[in-house]
């Protein structure tokens, strides 16, 4: 009896520590920044970005990256990153600056809101992802124009599929889409859509979905990786079992920008768990898309993380799009 006693009093401890700790984890999450924010000529010459200042949904500040060819007559790539990276993540291809000078492409790459020095949607906990991609498809439009570019690609990796989407949308809306190509694009909840991202994970994965979606354990779980990524060294990157061998991606900028990702703010990973499952609204203008723009849906035939029925989702939608399988 008493051993029980003891043991239920410890469970009660252990629950009341979490609790606590779960708390001021989200305390932390939404008060912002971890550490200081580089000024803009220290982000440009440390890492070669810039910032799109006040921008128009909220005055908030969006950074990016460019890539590839400079002439005035290149053809131009929009691409959005996935979670735990920024628009610098294409960095870890081997030449690929090199090989987008030779097919004259010039190559934009936004980091999402929340990611590195790009501010994100507020309120952090509140914002639906319905509403936050009415303000991603502005800002990122708003973006390209500072920009001068008048018609574009664009894709969109893993959890930037939906927000590719978004922007193909309103640039289709205006002329400017050239072509769509998510890349094993994590769709997000939507009513227009009839779509239900749980129903396509098992059991203990969804349980994992719901857990990282709570506000205060979804801070936890954020810090937590936070602390193991800024912790990883470039021995531990480029060793790490999360890639497989084959994969010739260059993993030390695979690692420094999955640093820079976190470094600063854990609001992109907090939102990440949670605006694929509450979108909540209007999810894309279906019906401004037309056949005469190609759409190329790739994805990962034994993909577990995106599954191909998450990634080929948008295809029922978009009917004359290519699906394009990959291993």
């Not at 932390?28 to 810039?50: C, F, I, K, M, W």
């Not at 492409?105 to 936050?132: C, I, K, Q």
């Not at 037309?290 to 759409?295: D, E, G, K, L, Y």
């Amino acid at each position: 009896m008493r051993c029980r006693t003891v043991c239920l009093a410890l469970v009660v401890a252990a629950a009341a520590a979490l609790v606590h700790l779960a708390f001021r984890a989200s305390q932390r999450v939404q008060d912002g920044q971890y550490e200081p924010l580089p000024s803009a000529d220290e982000l440009a010459s440390g890492v070669g970005a810039r910032l799109f200042r006040a921008r128009p949904s909220d005055g908030g500040s969006l950074e990016y990256f460019e890539f590839g060819s400079t002439s005035a007559n290149a053809r131009v790539w929009v691409f959005v990153h996935g979670a735990l990276s920024t628009g610098g993540v294409l960095r870890i291809f081997p030449f690929f600056e090199a090989e987008m000078e030779a097919l004259n492409v010039r190559v934009v790459a936004p980091t999402m809101p929340g990611w590195g020095t790009s501010d994100p949607y507020l309120p952090l906990f509140e914002v639906s992802g319905a509403r936050w991609l009415q303000q991603w498809a502005q800002d990122s439009m708003a973006l390209l124009e500072s920009l001068n570019v008048t018609e574009f690609a664009v894709s969109g990796m893993s959890l930037g599929g939906s927000p590719t989407l978004a922007t193909a949308a309103a640039a289709q809306k205006q002329g400017k889409l050239l072509a769509l190509a998510p890349v094993i694009a994590l769709t997000w909840n939507a009513v227009d859509a009839g779509f239900d991202l749980a129903a396509h994970y098992s059991p203990g994965k969804r349980l994992g979905m719901a857990l990282l979606h709570n506000r205060y354990l979804g801070s936890l779980a954020a810090e937590s990786v936070r602390t193991m990524i800024l912790a990883t060294d470039a021995a531990g990157f480029e060793n790490t079992p999360m890639l497989p061998n084959d994969i010739n991606w260059d993993r030390g900028s695979w690692g420094l920008d999955m640093q820079r990702s976190v470094r600063y703010s854990l609001a992109g990973q907090v939102q990440s768990n949670r605006l694929p499952m509450s979108t909540g609204g209007p999810f894309v203008d279906w019906s401004v898309f037309n056949a005469s723009i190609p759409v190329y849906i790739f994805y990962g035939e034994q993909d577990d993380v995106v599954n191909p029925p998450v990634a080929t989702y948008v295809g029922k939608k978009l009917p004359w799009a290519e699906l394009v399988p990959f291993q």
